[in-house]
């Protein structure tokens, strides 16, 4: 059996630099907010659950608030599967 690591947002913010419109640039040249990627929306909080541990401790993972989740202490010569939301933006 393949190793799930399962990947769920349960915090968001939104973007101070955009304030929430996805875009930074002028009205008639709209261009995305680079701090968000277009989303209007920043990561503010993770889970992360583990077939085989369970829901992992805070300090086994690091994420950032582009939703970008980085797994801490993890054998890179294991196989796993990481599955994340379809659309983890709502
Ligand atoms: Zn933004």
Known sequence: ???RIAIRYTGF???PNCKGRGH???VWRPSPCR???GRGR???GVEVE???WGK???FAYDFNAKGEVFLL???ESEQFEVVRPENPWC
């Open 24 to 26: 930074d640039g002028a």
């Open 73 to 75: 202490d993890l054998d």
């Open 42 to 44: 920043l990561i503010t």
């Open 35 to 37: 701090r968000c990627a």
């Open 56 to 58: 992992l401790p805070r």
């Open 13 to 15: 913010r939104e973007c």
């Open 50 to 52: 583990d077939s085989v």
């Open 1 to 3: 059996m393949v190793r």
